[in-house]
């Protein structure tokens, strides 16, 4: 697994600090390339991280170009760990008949 892409964005609420990572993943199956997201979430209070959350998706697209496209949707939306599946499951079915599993 290689990160293609990693984008990121900090947010306050309250007296938390969360800050958000978006990354992109090539992964190779069947000797076909295949692109994942992952969804990291680290919160800190004080200046130091008191929770960590982290997701994956091995396989949402076959090509970079729409990986990066739904990489900006969650980026844009400020989808947590926690939702990833529920946001990228279709696509994620879609682009695993592609490979013929």
């Known amino acids: 697994m290689?990160?293609?892409?990693?984008?990121s964005?900090?947010?306050n609420f309250?007296?938390?600090?969360?800050r958000y990572i978006y990354r992109i993943v090539e992964n190779s199956i069947r000797n076909r390339q295949a692109?994942?997201?992952?969804i990291e979430r680290q919160d800190f209070e004080e200046g130091e991280v008191v929770n960590l959350e982290r997701d994956i998706v091995d396989i949402v697209a076959s090509n970079q170009r729409k990986a990066e496209d739904i990489l900006m949707?969650?980026?844009?939306n400020l989808v947590s760990p926690i939702h990833l599946v529920d946001?990228?499951?279709e696509y994620a079915d879609l682009?695993?008949?592609d490979f013929g599993f």
């Open 95 to 97: 682009c695993v008949n």
């Open 2 to 7: 290689r990160i293609k892409k990693s984008l």
């Open 9 to 11: 964005k900090i947010v």
């Open 73 to 76: 949707l969650l980026f844009n």
């Open 87 to 89: 946001i990228v499951g």
């Open 35 to 38: 692109f994942g997201i992952e």
């Open 14 to 18: 309250d007296d938390k600090e969360s």
